[in-house]
């Protein structure tokens, strides 16, 4: 296991709240895994005042258009039921479920809603909240798997209509979705399993079909028998539920903006930067219209909707007559999914987990109770040619996930180097000495020997420079060799300079050892690791 804080490029909030560095009510009102805060948040969960009736009821029929299993049946039934809990996570909707962090994320709600079924004797659901209402195409327009050799490839789409922000749920499989992922598909690993990926591939993503759809149809398949239950907030139904939750934000829409500005002050005066930036006179909703999906801004009490103005009257009316165009910002985003859910524990990244001290004021205010954040977690896959080459040349996965390549290859040298020049250079000069030494007592015992020493002088010295020459060409081999095992190093466990999880879809993994290499990963993990994790494949 490798501690956080020896890790690139993540919050000093997150590495902190994993090594239980923070005991600051004002930003967590726990700390990681403190059981009596889980408990405190199961009982909050088990009060919350939920519509399970109407909210079972979208479940279901969202589910059953995914194909999701029975199990998948029975836990919403048991939502359906008073005082069942939530342990709930999510993500956007990427190409074939995204990297493998999705993955990670939904497995770990998984064991936990088990664990805390299994040792509170308290109902708990695992549920996913499939983020269909982001417009960032970028973040989900390509799809990274691995060569044959193990270097990255890509496959990338662009969207249809690059200048509109719209958002994933009205997203299809068009010609260049279809040509990304035929891309994909055909750069797997060649197997016995590559063509029942590439027809399980076509299948979800039929042309014309919802990419959405796709990403909670495949999230489904991999996890099949786990019980996880998939929800789309773009759903009608869902967007029915939360007009209630539409209008508190605008009616209460002043002091909410204050209550995050609070708290993000609150997150600096703690020595961290916050994770997201607080844009003023926002509204924190935004809107689809005409010109896409835009934020919400107010000023002087009218209301900007991109090119559109409105009073808050009107505003409200919208949300009551066309609920289906407003969604929320990342910050309202968990509250909505906390008010439709009956949650006590969010599964979160570490970026989320950092957003989440901005949020406690905001979760009060709205009078609902804030879900104790539970790290997702945090995985690198090592591959045994991989793990082979570390252990030969001495490499420990903290220095690969550190370091570039060039970088590597420095370090393996500095503890290699061999001066082969200097060593030969001194070499010959020998030759030369003990030759001359040579000649001289040539002339003394014949003179006519003395042509036949400097004649195999001439040979042993051919041979001296003949054999630096090879021993050159070896080194020249040999580091080259060097340079492509940090590189194929640096390629899996640290792909264009990004964690593996941030970046490997997970078909990278099932082309190689078929579908089962999903839940041979679930169950090596650990819920509950306080750093990041190191799986040997």
Known sequence: MIPFDQLPGLHPLFVDYMADRIDNPALYPGTVWDFDHWLSCIEAARQAQVNRPELCNVLRAYNTALGNDAAAMENIDR????????????????????????????????????????????????????????????????????????????????????????PVAELTVDNAVRACLDQAAGSLAQSDFQPQIADQIQR???????????????????????????????????????????????????????????????????????????????????????????????????????????????????????????????????????????????????????????LLHAYELLGR?????????????????????????????????????????????????LPVGDRMQEAGKTVDSLFAQLETLARDVDVTLVDAVANAGKKVRYQVENLEQKMMRALERRESTLVQQTQRCRAALCPDDHLQERYVNIFAYIAKYGPDVVERIAKQLDPFARGHQVIEL
């Open 79 to 166: 939502l359906g039921e008073n005082g069942t809990i939530a342990v709930v996570t999510g993500q956007q909707a990427g190409l074939l479920t995204g990297p493998l962090y999705t993955l990670y994320k939904a497995m770990t709600a998984i064991r936990l809603a088990d664990f805390i079924t299994r040792k509170w004797q308290q109902p708990a659901v695992p549920v996913f909240w499939v983020e269909t209402g982001d417009h960032d195409f970028a973040e989900i327009a390509s799809v990274h798997l691995m060569n044959a050799d193990g270097t990255p490839n890509t496959a990338t789409c662009s969207p249809a209509e690059p200048n509109l922000p719209v």
């Open 204 to 358: 979800t993503y039929p042309y014309g079909g919802s990419l959405s759809v796709g990403f909670g149809t495949l999230l489904a398949q991999l996890l099949r028998g786990s019980g996880l239950v998939l929800i789309d907030p773009s759903d009608p139904g869902v967007k029915s539920l939360s007009r209630p939750f539409y209008r508190d934000v605008i009616e209460k829409r002043a002091a909410l903006h204050e209550a995050l500005v609070q708290q993000t002050d609150a997150v600096r005066q703690a020595g961290y930067t916050p994770q997201v930036t607080i844009p003023e006179r926002t509204s924190h909703l935004f809107y689809r219209g005409p010109e896409g999906r835009v934020r919400i801004d107010e000023q002087d009490g009218i209301f900007t909707l991109g090119a559109e103005r409105c009073s808050a009257s009107e505003l409200l009316e919208i949300v009551d007559t066309e609920t289906e165009k407003i969604s929320p910002s990342v910050l309202t985003r968990p509250l909505l999914q906390d008010t439709l859910l009956p949650t006590a524990m969010t599964v979160v990244g570490p970026g989320e987990t950092a957003y989440m001290a901005q």
């Open 369 to 417: 109770p804030m879900p104790a954040p539970a790290p997702r977690m945090s995985v690198t896959l090592v591959e045994r040619p991989v793990q082979r080459i570390l252990e030969k040349r001495g490499l420990s996965i903290q220095t690969v996930l550190n370091e570039k390549d060039g970088g590597l290859a420095r370090l393996l040298r500095a503890g290699q180097n």
